[in-house]
């Protein structure tokens, strides 16, 4: 009930192409769901991050789909580019109690340039 | 621009010794956190930290594990007597307020090998 899965585990894309992650979760009482973004050596950032009364979130060339009935949200980058080559981590959390992630396992994602 | 900050970055121990790993979380936080991230794995929830007592801990985080925060500002996490599967990547994390889910701040991380 706690678990988040995520795919692909990576994820290879031509520069300028759309990038497109999913992840899945099973808590329904689950209300917060940020992705975040690590780049070698450093610790996850905050990218982008939604909660469920909305469809759709996007900042820039980052785009969060959510889909309450399904229970999937997915990271969608367009127009990627080189420097957006890092591991993704989609996350979600109650809006109670210690608000504490729980992580999916991530995508290795590689952009070409 | 405020940040998490962690030392040391990469420590090496022997099975069995005693590590403390220190976290300084940005100063008008409230809730503290530590995670792991074995090598190429998800990053996993140890402990959260609020009005100076542990609030969640995961299975995890056994009697080898302690949290305290000696001071306003320093959160430490000690293993007592290490083992190679403690062998990680060790992550503190902060957040500002106590209610309503939001971001969570993470530092650099404190890489931790157990020969």
């Known amino acids: 009930q706690q678990q988040v899965k995520q795919s692909p585990q990576s994820l290879i894309v031509q520069k300028g192409g759309i990038s497109i992650i999913n992840c899945a979760y099973e808590?329904?009482?689950?209300?917060?769901f940020p992705w975040y973004q690590q780049f070698p050596g450093k610790g996850p950032a905050l990218l982008i991050a939604i909660r469920p009364d909305v469809s759709e979130k996007k900042e820039g060339r980052f785009t969060i789909s959510f889909n309450k009935s399904a229970k999937q949200f997915s990271l969608h980058i367009m127009d990627s580019q080189p420097g957006d080559s890092a591991t993704y981590f989609c996350?979600?959390?109650?809006?109670?109690?210690?608000?504490?992630?729980?992580f999916g396992t991530g995508t290795r994602l590689k952009v070409l340039a | 621009e405020p940040e998490v900050t962690q030392t040391p970055s990469h420590q090496v121990t022997q099975m069995g010794q005693e590590v403390i790993l220190r976290c300084v979380p940005i100063s008008n936080h409230l809730y503290f956190y530590w995670y792991r991230q074995i090598l190429g794995q998800k990053v996993e929830f140890l402990v959260s930290?609020?009005?100076?007592?542990?609030?969640?801990k995961s299975e995890i985080f056994d009697d080898q594990f302690s949290v305290e925060r000696p001071d306003g500002s320093n959160f430490t996490l000690k293993i007592r007597s290490t083992k190679l599967e403690d062998s990680a990547m060790y992550f503190c994390?902060?957040?500002?307020?106590?209610f309503g889910a939001g971001e969570l701040f993470f530092g650099e991380g404190s890489r931790l090998t157990v020969l």
């Open positions: 994390a902060s957040r500002p307020r106590p």
């Open positions: 930290f609020y009005n100076n007592e542990i609030s969640e």
């Open positions: 996350a979600a959390t109650l809006d109670s109690g210690t608000y504490k992630y729980i």
């Open positions: 808590n329904t009482a689950f209300d917060y």
